[in-house]
């Protein structure tokens, strides 16, 4: 049986949403067993409030926690007690599986990286982030596909790029059941020479890789269209990328809706759209998959979006079980080791 700690103290709606969410999983026939980790009072007290099954879920108490605002090293130095310290401590001394919060992403990260090693060959870890696209992606039929690294290192070399290849590969084989996911660099154009100098010495590393399905590079308009199932590029431009499409999506929900005030022949013809709307709505909507992962360390982090719902934290915990059930972390090691 597949043990998820889950820090319950951090997220914007924080502690009801984790807790709702394990509360109701709990209930389900295929929940891993879940430790919930933040203050016990608090934690009892919420319980308490909803429907549970405690056969599958486990208090540990933790006294402190880091808000969604806190600098994230200081607020570590100051709290050693820290819910997402805790968490990711009972993963490492084998008391779980698996971490999963909702918490502030730097801290996340940050407790990570003082208590796990990276794997062998991982110049840096990653943040990946999946994203809608118009093609459908694995087995699953995902509308979304996969870009890393979605913020945490800013300027990537060669050595980098590669690793995160190997790494959203691996990802993206697991969770979206895709076999052989389609792989590529993000550059200012298709031909191999163009691009920074680590993008353009990456594309022949990846080129001479027969492990992996490198397509070569993409361009900003390949994104949307999901062209691939897994973008490669450096931190900054990676954050860049996914703010945009955040961005794009909500003006354009607000377009619709100015469009439709101003009058009334434009709101009936939204009516008529709206079926077809709501499903778009439905598929591409983020809270299905959950999280983001932290890849590179040793162990598993998922990383839900910090105004997560229940729904989607449940999903970040299905997410995190898929993972570890599949052995993400060991393909990841065998891909490195095979360069």
Known sequence: MTTIALDVMGGDHAPQAPLSAAAHFSLKADCPTLLLVGDEAVISATLATMPHAMSRLRIVHASQAVAMTDDPKAALDSMPDASVSVAAR?????????????????????????????????????????????QLHGESNDPFALILDAGLTLDVDADTLEAFAVMGSAYAARISRNARPSVALLSNGSEPK?????????????????????????????????????????????NIVIKMLEGVAETMQTMMRTAAEAS????????????????LKKTTDWQQYGGAPVLGFERVCIKAHGRS????????IKVARRAVETDLVGAIR?????H
């Open 90 to 134: 009972l993963v490492q001394h084998g008391d779980a599986d698996a971490l999963v919060s909702a918490g502030n992403t730097g801290a996340v990260v940050l407790a990570c990286a003082r208590t796990w090693s990276r794997l062998p060959g991982v110049p840096r870890a990653a943040l990946g982030a999946v994203y809608p696209t118009e």
């Open 194 to 238: 163009k691009g920074t100098e680590a993008v353009v010495l990456a594309h022949s590393r990846l080129k001479a890789r027969k492990d992996l399905n490198f397509v070569g590079n993409v361009e900003g308009t390949d994104i949307p269209r999901g062209t691939v199932d897994v973008v490669v590029t450096g931190g900054f431009v990676g």
């Open 264 to 279: 009334l022949v434009n709101k009936a013809g939204l009516a008529l759209l709206l079926p077809a709307l709501t499903e």
């Open 309 to 316: 719902s229940p729904r989607a934290i449940k999903n970040a």
């Open 334 to 338: 065998d891909g490195l080791q095979r």
